[in-house]
C-alpha cells in the first residue's frame, strides 16, 4: 500500500490505513535483499519463533523488541521448507513453531469496488492480502480458524485470536464454500485440518 519510492500512503487510502501505517515501525523502511544473498549453509543455531509469537536463543527469551525486530528482517524460508537467518556472508537455520511472525492489526476498506484487508505485523511490517500476499485460511487441531498471510517472501505471520475473530466477520459462504475476498483475490477456508 506504500509508494516504494517515498514511503507514503496513496492519498486514495482511508484515514484508518493512514493511521495503520503511522504506527508500523518499519512504514516506509524496505527490508535487506535476503531473497538475493546466496551465502553458504553454515548451521543451525538455537533460535525459535514459538508459536505464541515469542522469540528465544538457546532457551532464554529475547526480550528485546528492537532485537527482534533486526533478526526479523533478515529472515528467509527458503523451497526446502526451513527457515533461515541470511546475510550476505552467512546462513543459518532457525526452528518455527507456527508462524514467522504475528498480525496483530487489520484494516479493511473498499477499494475499487472490492474489499482489502492490510495488515501490520508485531514487527512492523505493512501487506494488503491479495495475490502478492495470500491469506491461508485453516481450520485447526480443534476446530478452531487460523488465518496467516503472506508477509514477504514465503514468511508468513498468523492473526492473533482478536483478529481471526474480527476476519471470521468477513466469512462469505456460497454453497459448501467458506471463503475470504481481498484485493481482487479469492481465499478458500481449507476443509482439511491445518498444516503448518
Same mark, same amino acid.
Given at each position: 500500500?506504500?509508494?516504494?519510492? #517515498? /514511503?507514503?500512503?496513496?492519498?486514495?487510502? =482511508?484515514?484508518? &490505513?493512514?493511521? *495503520?501505517?503511522?504506527?508500523?515501525? !518499519?512504514?516506509?523502511?524496505?527490508?535487506?535483499?535476503?531473497?538475493?544473498?546466496?551465502? %553458504?549453509?553454515?548451521?543451525?543455531?538455537?533460535?525459535?519463533?514459538?508459536?505464541? =509469537?515469542?522469540?528465544?536463543?538457546? =532457551?532464554?527469551?529475547?526480550? !528485546?523488541?528492537?532485537?527482534?525486530?533486526?533478526?526479523?528482517?533478515? &529472515?528467509?524460508?527458503?523451497?526446502?521448507?526451513? @527457515?533461515?537467518?541470511? @546475510?550476505?556472508?552467512?546462513?543459518?537455520?532457525?526452528?518455527?513453531?507456527?508462524?514467522?511472525?504475528?498480525?496483530? %492489526?487489520?484494516?479493511?476498506?473498499?477499494?475499487?469496488?472490492?474489499? *482489502?484487508?492490510?495488515?501490520? #505485523?508485531?514487527?512492523?511490517?505493512?501487506?494488503?492480502?491479495?495475490?502478492?500476499?495470500?491469506?491461508?485460511? #485453516?481450520?485447526?487441531?480443534?476446530?478452531?480458524?487460523?488465518?496467516?498471510?503472506?508477509?514477504?517472501?514465503?514468511? %508468513?505471520?498468523? &492473526?492473533?485470536?482478536? &483478529?481471526?475473530?474480527?476476519?471470521?466477520?468477513?466469512?462469505?459462504?456460497?454453497?459448501?464454500?467458506?471463503?475470504?475476498?481481498? /484485493? =481482487?483475490? @479469492?481465499?478458500?477456508?481449507?476443509?482439511?485440518?491445518?498444516?503448518?
Amino acid at each position: 500500500m506504500q509508494d516504494d519510492a #517515498t /514511503g507514503t500512503v496513496p492519498s486514495d487510502a =482511508g484515514a484508518s &490505513l493512514a493511521a *495503520l501505517v503511522a504506527r508500523a515501525e !518499519r512504514a516506509g523502511k524496505g527490508a535487506p535483499p535476503v531473497d538475493r544473498w546466496e551465502p %553458504e549453509f553454515c548451521g543451525d543455531i538455537d533460535m525459535v519463533i514459538h508459536a505464541d =509469537g515469542r522469540w528465544s536463543y538457546n =532457551g532464554s527469551p529475547i526480550g !528485546r523488541a528492537a532485537l527482534v525486530r533486526l533478526f526479523s528482517t533478515v &529472515l528467509r524460508k527458503d523451497v526446502d521448507g526451513r @527457515t533461515y537467518l541470511v @546475510t550476505p556472508v552467512e546462513k543459518l537455520g532457525i526452528t518455527v513453531e507456527d508462524a514467522h511472525f504475528q498480525a496483530v %492489526e487489520m484494516n479493511r476498506e473498499i477499494h475499487d469496488g472490492e474489499p *482489502l484487508l492490510t495488515f501490520r #505485523t508485531d514487527v512492523g511490517d505493512i501487506c494488503a492480502a491479495g495475490p502478492e500476499n495470500p491469506l491461508r485460511l #485453516t481450520i485447526g487441531p480443534n476446530g478452531e480458524f487460523r488465518p496467516y498471510v503472506t508477509v514477504r517472501g514465503r514468511l %508468513e505471520a498468523r &492473526l492473533t485470536r482478536a &483478529l481471526a475473530f474480527d476476519l471470521a466477520d468477513h466469512v462469505k459462504t456460497d454453497g459448501e464454500r467458506q471463503f475470504v475476498r481481498s /484485493g =481482487g483475490a @479469492t481465499f478458500d477456508i481449507a476443509a482439511s485440518q491445518a498444516g503448518s
